[in-house]
């Protein structure tokens, strides 16, 4: 009886996947039109604003039941799949495979791209910059433990610009290759995840030496092949490692989320909801941090985000980096960096990029 009710539900979700199937080709077909159009004019295959705004779009039209997160995913890949067919574009990060990283990679470039697993942030950074990868996705600022200072200090210092962030949340998990710690010395993780579970490490193994290590993976890496070595890593690193779970999402702030920036040569236009990153410096003077920021608020321009680093000169000075609201080509938001361009020691936008989805 079941199966009367269901074959004429079967049949019709056969004829829709034909239908969908008939359009996404078609879809395809008009984006190598604009590969070709693209090709003529050496404009770049990836445009993160045309592609935020699409996301945006779909999110705002979707009448449901599908949830616009869902959909965004699904339009996600769509848009890779087709943006595949101009050229595969080439992105590098923290690697080694199964890192949160690659995780963010995907999450803003969907999978039809080809993925390039770096040792260290300093290689992702030096891959983007020689060319051997068109974007690099980098970890910028974690929701428990801050900003990721080396990422700040070769931002500082890099010609490349940011063109877009995003935000996924990071669920530790801590595993074996026995699925369990018997005969375990060692938990190995990086640095930033050995912090982001210290009270639970302090709580559960007290006694077992932590280490810190480049990278979750590459602690997932060692564990697979080492009966006394515990990684710390996401549940994609443990499988991809064939490690058992001792005990999963262990962080010890259970919204932990890790911010990401992705980086290259590309400068964006505006999308119409988008976030600039500068960094800037004072000069040695009495309210300086003070008159520095007052052209935000002079020309009604949001700051989001204020993180200080040490300029390492050894005469207690620092650079400042700030998030504001809006792209550099909106009016207020050009008036107000051409008057802090003016007024600081040092100064650099590092990108105006679309805010995350």
């Given at each position: 009886?079941?199966?009367?009710?269901?074959?004429?539900?079967?049949?019709?979700?056969?004829?829709?996947?034909?239908?969908?199937?008939?359009?996404?080709?078609?879809?395809?077909?008009?984006?190598?039109?604009?590969?070709?159009?693209?090709?003529?004019?050496?404009?770049?295959?990836?445009?993160?604003?045309?592609?935020?705004?699409?996301?945006?779009?779909?999110?705002?039209?979707?009448?449901?039941?599908?949830?616009?997160?869902?959909?965004?995913?699904?339009?996600?890949?769509i848009?890779?799949?087709?943006?595949?067919?101009?050229?595969?574009?080439?992105?590098?990060?923290?690697?080694?495979?199964?890192?949160?990283?690659?995780?963010?990679?995907?999450?803003?470039?969907?999978?039809?791209?080809?993925?390039?697993?770096?040792?260290?942030?300093d290689?992702?950074?030096?891959a983007?910059?020689?060319?051997?990868?068109?974007?690099?996705?980098?970890?910028?600022?974690?929701?428990?433990?801050?900003?990721?200072?080396r990422t700040?200090?070769?931002?500082?210092?890099?010609?490349?610009?940011?063109?877009?962030?995003?935000?996924?949340?990071?669920?530790?998990?801590?595993?074996?290759?026995?699925?369990?710690?018997?005969?375990?010395?060692?938990?190995?993780?990086?640095?930033?995840?050995?912090?982001?579970?210290?009270?639970?490490?302090?709580?559960?193994?007290?006694?077992?030496?932590?280490?810190?290590?480049?990278s979750?993976?590459?602690?997932?890496?060692?564990?697979?092949?080492?009966?006394?070595?515990?990684?710390?890593?996401?549940?994609?690193?443990?499988?991809?490692?064939?490690?058992?779970?001792v005990?999963?999402?262990?962080?010890?702030?259970?919204?932990?989320?890790?911010?990401?920036?992705?980086?290259?040569?590309?400068?964006?236009?505006?999308?119409g909801?988008?976030?600039?990153?500068?960094?800037?410096?004072?000069?040695?003077?009495?309210?300086?941090?003070?008159?520095?920021?007052?052209p935000?608020?002079?020309?009604?321009?949001?700051?989001?985000?204020?993180?200080?680093?040490?300029?390492?000169?050894g005469?207690?000075?620092?650079?400042?980096?700030?998030?504001?609201?809006?792209?550099?080509?909106?009016?207020?938001?050009?008036?107000?960096?051409?008057?802090?361009?003016?007024?600081?020691?040092?100064?650099?936008?590092?990108?105006?990029?679309?805010?995350?989805?």
């Amino acid at each position: 009886m079941s199966d009367n009710k269901l074959l004429p539900l079967r049949i019709k979700i056969d004829a829709i996947d034909a239908q969908i199937l008939d359009l996404l080709n078609q879809r395809a077909r008009v984006a190598e039109e604009v590969g070709h159009v693209k090709a003529e004019t050496n404009a770049p295959v990836f445009r993160p604003e045309r592609e935020a705004q699409v996301l945006r779009g779909v999110a705002e039209r979707n009448p449901g039941p599908l949830l616009n997160e869902d959909i965004q995913l699904i339009f996600r890949e769509i848009m890779s799949a087709c943006r595949a067919l101009e050229r595969r574009v080439v992105v590098a990060f923290l690697g080694p495979v199964g890192t949160f990283s690659e995780q963010a990679v995907y999450k803003q470039f969907g999978h039809a791209i080809q993925a390039l697993p770096c040792v260290s942030i300093d290689e992702v950074f030096r891959a983007t910059e020689a060319g051997t990868a068109d974007f690099g996705v980098v970890p910028i600022e974690n929701s428990s433990e801050g900003a990721i200072n080396r990422t700040l200090d070769l931002l500082l210092q890099t010609s490349l610009a940011i063109s877009g962030e995003l935000a996924i949340p990071v669920q530790h998990s801590l595993m074996s290759k026995s699925g369990n710690m018997e005969g375990v010395s060692r938990i190995c993780a990086h640095s930033q995840a050995l912090a982001q579970c210290q009270a639970w490490l302090n709580q559960h193994f007290p006694h077992i030496e932590r280490q810190a290590v480049a990278s979750n993976a590459e602690a997932a890496r060692m564990a697979s092949g080492d009966y006394t070595v515990a990684a710390i890593a996401s549940e994609i690193a443990g499988t991809q490692y064939n490690l058992g779970i001792v005990s999963a999402h262990i962080q010890d702030d259970p919204h932990n989320r890790t911010r990401f920036a992705v980086i290259g040569r590309l400068h964006t236009t505006p999308s119409g909801k988008d976030q600039t990153s500068i960094v800037l410096a004072t000069p040695n003077k009495a309210g300086a941090v003070y008159d520095l920021l007052a052209p935000l608020s002079k020309h009604g321009v949001s700051m989001t985000r204020f993180e200080s680093r040490p300029a390492r000169t050894g005469n207690w000075e620092y650079y400042f980096y700030v998030d504001v609201e809006g792209h550099v080509m909106d009016a207020k938001v050009a008036a107000a960096m051409a008057e802090l361009d003016a007024k600081a020691a040092f100064f650099k936008v590092l990108g105006s990029y679309p805010c995350t989805l």
